[in-house]
């Protein structure tokens, strides 16, 4: 499974801006994909993360602003962020598990005035 995410950039607070991870591959042996992000100094974290039935979580952080999504063919996930933070700066990462995990190479969120 190959993962290639865009969408990233430069954006004010309480901007929004809407990240794409595209999969290729053997996507059928996909069980779940999830976004993580990782800041200057910090840990990588996941904070979204969807099923192939469609179950989504998020974590506190994110919640009612961020929602992800996949679309029908199931090669592309999305992550719309709205109300944006300067704390939201970070590396973005999509994942995808199987029997194996794979990542994308990252896409960077920068969110300032």
């Known amino acids: 499974v190959q993962l290639v995410e865009s969408g990233g950039g430069l954006v004010q607070p309480g901007g929004s801006l809407r990240l794409s991870c595209a999969a290729s591959g053997s996507i059928f042996s996909i069980n779940a994909m999830g976004w993580y992000r990782q800041a200057p100094g910090k840990e990588r974290e996941l904070f979204a993360s969807?099923?192939?039935?469609?179950?989504?979580n998020y974590a506190d952080s994110v919640k009612g602003r961020f929602t992800i999504s996949i679309d029908n063919t199931r090669t592309t996930m999305y992550l719309q962020m709205n109300s944006l933070k300067p704390d939201d700066t970070a590396v973005y990462y999509c994942?995808?598990?199987?029997?194996?995990?794979?990542w994308g190479q990252g896409t960077q969120v920068t969110v300032s005035s």
């Open positions: 994942n995808a598990v199987s029997r194996l995990v794979y």
């Open positions: 969807i099923t192939t039935d469609g179950s989504t």
